[in-house]
């Protein structure tokens, strides 16, 4: 199995940017595919960003497109999530996710396509 943490959350004002990391442990010799997502109160978790094994492959949803980009570094077992140009709709829990894939360019939108779980990191846009 894959223990995911993240870091990098915090407190910014609107325009600033941060970078998430997911560091992943465990089985980490499989081919895994990786994701963020979050959940601010009050609301369903939400989609934000995936990218495949080999990192060729990402995707985004439409809110962020051109302000965030994901990125990975299999040799530190390490996702990355740079946010820029961050707004106050983006203050939310963030959590990474993984799941083991066979496909090493296909990522994954859906939750219920990751078996793997981080435990959060906050991030807080104030205006």
């Known amino acids: 199995q894959v223990r995911l943490v993240e870091s990098g959350g915090g407190l910014v004002q609107a325009g600033d940017s941060l970078r998430l990391s997911c560091q992943a442990s465990?089985?980490?010799?499989?081919?895994?595919?990786m994701g963020w997502f979050r959940r601010a109160p009050g609301k369903e978790r939400e989609f934000v960003a995936a990218?495949?094994?080999?990192?060729?492959?990402?995707y985004y949803v439409d809110s962020v497109k051109g302000r965030f980009a994901v990125s990975r570094d299999n040799a530190k077992n390490t996702m990355y999530l740079q946010m820029n140009s961050l707004k106050p709709e983006d203050t939310a829990m963030y959590y990474c996710?993984?799941?083991?894939?066979?496909?090493?360019?296909?990522?994954?939108?859906?939750?219920?396509?990751?078996?793997?779980w981080g435990q959060g990191t906050q991030v807080t846009v104030s205006s």
């Open positions: 990218i495949s094994w080999n990192g060729l492959s990402t």
């Open positions: 996710a993984a799941t083991y894939t066979s496909l090493s360019s296909k990522y994954y939108t859906a939750g219920n396509d990751y078996y793997y």
């Open positions: 465990g089985r980490t010799s499989s081919t895994y595919a």
